[in-house]
């Protein structure tokens, strides 16, 4: 006998108000256990849903945009006799997500892009004289999410959905425009080499593997922080025996006001001072690189 079941956000970890990215079925759709439902975004990754059980969508609860939390209803399925519901899949058992799949960006592009009007380049702490345009641009959430994510402003991405709407291509065909466009400023008579082409199957068998969302991300991050900070490493001992004394002391008489504190205050008292003292420690190059 045919039941009625509501198919329900399963564990997601501490994440509330999840975004729905992606929904990949409709009433009346016929699903098979472990197929996938629809797609949740958090600010760390991507998530694809899938179906516990088999059988018919009757109603859809949930539509691209809607924000959801672990129990809320996405929709109800109309299952067939239990002898014939394939068994759940692993995160049934207690309701979490046993391994939930990290979404890779979009394939890298093949094909030319369109022509378009250059794009600027992109930059978290100012974009070197270019204003924003005053109107406000159209993008869902989660593609304000995703650009927040890459640095980029999305006011300056050129929309090409539908009515000017904000896609993820476009936010990221920004930037591999914004990484491809030679930039001045800070660095700018370094010439960093190319990456030379390798064939490494001449050492023997390969097998690619494509990054993941979160490792695409923020590769582009990484790699300008490592080309524009410097890095320093610097080793040193202290005796900090006093200091352990007085932490432990303060700890004691705090107690009731349940403070606790850590070593780390004091680390940071001590940096406080040593950037007063040394103060060009505690400064940027402007955007020409010729002022600190």
Same mark, same amino acid.
């Given at each position: 006998?045919?039941?009625i $079941?509501? *198919?329900?956000?399963?564990?997601?970890?501490?994440?509330?108000?999840?975004?729905?990215?992606?929904?990949?079925?409709?009433?009346?759709?016929?699903?098979?256990?472990?197929?996938?439902?629809?797609t949740?975004?958090?600010?760390?990754a991507?998530m694809?849903?899938?179906?516990?059980?088999?059988?018919?969508?009757?109603?859809?609860?949930?539509?691209?945009?809607?924000?959801?939390?672990?129990?809320?209803?996405?929709?109800?399925?109309e299952?067939?006799?239990?002898?014939?519901?394939?068994?759940?899949?692993?995160?049934?058992?207690?309701?979490?997500?046993?391994?939930?799949?990290?979404?890779?960006?979009?394939?890298?592009?093949?094909?030319?892009?369109?022509a378009?009007?250059?794009?600027?380049?992109?930059?978290?702490?100012?974009?070197?004289?270019?204003?924003?345009?005053?109107?406000?641009?159209?993008?869902?959430?989660?593609?304000?999410?995703f650009?927040?994510?890459?640095?980029?402003?999305?006011?300056?991405?050129k929309?090409s959905?539908?009515?000017?709407?904000?896609t993820?291509?476009?936010?990221?065909?920004f930037?591999?425009?914004?990484i491809?466009?030679?930039?001045?400023?800070?660095?700018g008579?370094?010439q960093?080499?190319?990456m030379?082409?390798?064939?490494f199957?001449?050492?023997?068998?390969?097998?690619?593997?494509?990054?993941s969302?979160? $490792? $695409?991300?923020?590769?582009?991050n990484?790699h300008?922080?490592?080309?524009t *900070?410097?890095?320093?490493?610097?080793?040193?001992?202290?005796?900090?025996?006093e200091?352990?004394?007085?932490?432990?002391?303060?700890?004691?008489?705090y107690a009731?006001?349940?403070? $606790? *504190?850590?070593?780390?205050a004091?680390?940071?008292?001590?940096?406080?001072?040593?950037?007063?003292?040394?103060?060009?420690?505690?400064?940027?190059?402007?955007?020409?690189?010729?002022?600190?």
């Open positions: 006998m045919a039941e $079941k509501q *198919i329900l956000v399963p564990d997601i970890g501490n994440y509330k108000d999840v975004s729905i990215i992606e929904v990949m079925v409709k009433a009346g759709d016929t699903v098979n256990a472990e197929d996938n439902l629809l949740l975004e958090t600010d760390k991507a694809e849903v899938p179906s516990p059980f088999a059988g018919v969508i009757k109603e859809m609860k949930v539509k691209v945009g809607d924000k959801v939390s672990q129990g809320s209803v996405i929709l109800t399925l299952c067939g006799d239990a002898s014939e519901i394939p068994p759940s899949p692993p995160f049934a058992k207690g309701g979490a997500v046993a391994a939930p799949a990290i979404l890779p960006l979009t394939p890298a592009i093949q094909a030319p892009a369109p378009t009007p250059a794009t600027p380049p992109f930059d978290k702490g100012g974009l070197g004289g270019i204003s924003a345009p005053a109107n406000k641009a159209h993008a869902s959430p989660a593609i304000r999410r650009a927040r994510e890459l640095g980029v402003d999305v006011s300056l991405v929309g959905g539908e009515k000017g709407r904000v993820k291509d476009d936010v990221q065909n930037v591999k425009a914004a491809a466009q030679p930039r001045g400023g800070i660095g008579g370094l960093v080499l190319e030379p082409v390798f064939d199957a001449k050492f023997g068998a390969i097998e690619t593997k494509p990054l969302r979160i $490792k $695409k991300i923020s590769g582009a990484l300008r922080n490592w080309v *900070i410097p890095h320093v490493t610097q080793f040193d001992e202290a005796d900090i025996s200091m352990e004394a007085f932490r432990k002391q303060l700890n004691e008489e009731k006001q349940s403070i $606790k *504190i850590t070593p780390l004091f680390l940071l008292k001590a940096a406080v001072a040593a950037l007063q003292k040394y103060p060009e420690f505690n400064a940027s190059l402007d955007a020409g690189g010729e002022n600190l």
